[in-house]
């Protein structure tokens, strides 16, 4: 074939997906818009949830991850650059969206969580929407597996405050992340130590400790699935996310060792108190074509979880109100087929 005909071919083909997805997207939009008060679900086997980090941009605006960590620790509402206000959060996703439960992001409220009075007004609007606060988020508050002590015990007690404030706003766990730097048993160790502290912290108040896979050694299912075998706590479980089995990458984006996906869900299963359906890219059918959906909710089946699963959308193509829409039909659709 020569490459001019290729060319066209190829051209044709994009032409005809993207022409796929957009009616595709438009009746998952208008399925969702004329059904948007019926969010009981009762016909799946899990319950729908929405991350927060699905609307990054829309309250960021376009982050520069250069300058957001330095800007965060001095000064959190300057990162606040988006269209709307993180406050409004449970009315997005409950008008918008037709889903009733939600799971913040601390990031957004980085330098609220000791205000009583925002505390009480974000609580207050989730009861007032009917929304159920589900988890909350916790990224840039040191390395539970940090193999220096005295880092780890601080990164542990910089999660008290969000312990205290997703029990105050009726979650039942915080998520966190079990990272370190150092060989893998050493920063097992540490995070086994870490975790552990946590825990007993957190159980408390009876909020649940949740790790995700989220980069390093934490995307290798067997190692993760191995520190939480070591902490042994009732109220230490796993949150696996599809899509985050990346263990090294090269770059900001590309994945250059990536652990099977499968395998890490039916590894990090047994240990889950949460599940997040990571989306990026879809088909003009309407599949994730990094994931299959059925085969990854047949695991979660099969696990015999029954609990929430966030719609959790990273994508590009799409804009976020699409991505969240596209990734909630697709799961009540592959949920409807399992249940």
Same mark, same amino acid.
């Given at each position: 074939?020569n490459?001019?005909?290729?060319?066209?071919?190829?051209?044709?083909?994009?032409?005809?997906?993207?022409? !796929?997805?957009?009616?595709?997207?438009?009746c998952?939009?208008?399925?969702?818009?004329s059904?948007?008060?019926? *969010?009981s679900?009762?016909?799946?086997?899990?319950?729908?949830?929405?991350?927060?980090?699905?609307? /990054?941009?829309?309250?960021?605006?376009?982050?520069?991850?250069l300058?957001?960590?330095?800007?965060?620790?001095?000064?959190?509402?300057?990162?606040?650059?988006?269209?709307?206000?993180p406050?409004?959060?449970?009315?997005?996703?409950?008008?918008?969206?037709g889903?009733?439960?939600?799971?913040?992001?601390?990031?957004?409220?980085? %330098?609220?969580?000791?205000?009583? =009075?925002?505390?009480?007004?974000?609580?207050?609007?989730?009861?007032?929407?009917?929304?159920?606060?589900?988890?909350?988020?916790?990224d840039?508050?040191?390395?539970?597996?940090?193999?220096?002590?005295?880092?780890?015990?601080?990164?542990?007690?910089?999660?008290?405050?969000?312990?205290?404030?997703?029990?105050?706003?009726?979650?039942h766990?915080?998520?966190?992340?079990?990272?370190?730097? !150092?060989?893998?048993?050493?920063?097992?160790?540490?995070?086994?130590?870490?975790?552990?502290?946590?825990?007993?912290?957190?159980?408390k108040?009876?909020?649940?400790?949740?790790?995700?896979? /989220?980069?390093?050694?934490?995307?290798?299912?067997?190692?993760?699935?191995?520190?939480?075998?070591?902490?042994?706590?009732?109220?230490?479980?796993?949150?696996p996310?599809f899509?985050?089995?990346?263990?090294?990458?090269?770059?900001w *984006?590309?994945?250059?060792?990536?652990?099977?996906?499968y395998?890490?869900?039916?590894?990090?299963?047994?240990?889950?108190? %949460?599940?997040?359906?990571?989306? /990026?890219?879809?088909?003009?059918? !309407?599949?994730?074509? /990094?994931?299959?959906?059925?085969?990854?909710?047949?695991?979660?089946?099969?696990a015999?979880?029954?609990?929430?699963?966030?719609i959790?959308?990273?994508?590009?193509k799409?804009?976020?109100?699409? !991505?969240?829409?596209? *990734?909630?039909? =697709?799961?009540?659709?592959?949920?409807?087929?399992?249940?």
């Amino acid at each position: 074939m020569n490459f001019t005909r290729r060319k066209a071919i190829k051209t044709m083909g994009a032409g005809l997906a993207a022409y !796929g997805m957009l009616n595709w997207t438009a009746c998952a939009n208008k399925a969702v818009k004329s059904n948007v008060s019926d *969010t009981s679900m009762k016909d799946l086997f899990f319950k729908i949830s929405l991350a927060q980090w699905s609307l /990054h941009r829309t309250f960021f605006g376009e982050v520069n991850f250069l300058t957001f960590a330095n800007a965060l620790q001095t000064d959190p509402d300057s990162v606040l650059k988006g269209k709307r206000d993180p406050i409004d959060f449970p009315m997005i996703a409950r008008k918008e969206f037709g889903v009733d439960a939600v799971e913040f992001v601390n990031t957004f409220y980085y %330098g609220k969580v000791k205000d009583k =009075l925002y505390m009480k007004d974000l609580k207050d609007r989730c009861n007032s929407e009917g929304v159920q606060p589900v988890l909350i988020m916790c990224d840039a508050l040191g390395n539970l597996g940090d193999t220096d002590a005295a880092k780890r015990k601080a990164a542990v007690e910089n999660h008290y405050p969000w312990v205290e404030a997703a029990k105050f706003l009726g979650c039942h766990s915080i998520r966190v992340n079990a990272a370190g730097e !150092g060989t893998a048993d050493e920063v097992r160790d540490a995070a086994v130590q870490g975790l552990g502290s946590l825990s007993e912290y957190g159980a408390k108040s009876g909020i649940s400790v949740i790790v995700e896979n /989220h980069g390093g050694y934490s995307s290798d299912g067997q190692w993760l699935a191995s520190v939480m075998q070591q902490v042994g706590s009732d109220n230490c479980g796993t949150l696996p996310d599809f899509g985050n089995f990346c263990i090294k990458r090269k770059g900001w *984006t590309e994945c250059e060792v990536e652990y099977d996906r499968y395998q890490g869900m039916r590894e990090l299963m047994p240990f889950a108190k %949460g599940v997040s359906a990571k989306t /990026h890219d879809f088909d003009a059918d !309407g599949n994730e074509i /990094h994931t299959d959906f059925r085969k990854m909710l047949q695991i979660v089946k099969d696990a015999g979880y029954t609990g929430y699963i966030d719609i959790e959308y990273e994508g590009r193509k799409l804009s976020e109100p699409d !991505g969240i829409r596209v *990734t909630k039909k =697709l799961l009540e659709l592959v949920g409807a087929e399992l249940s």
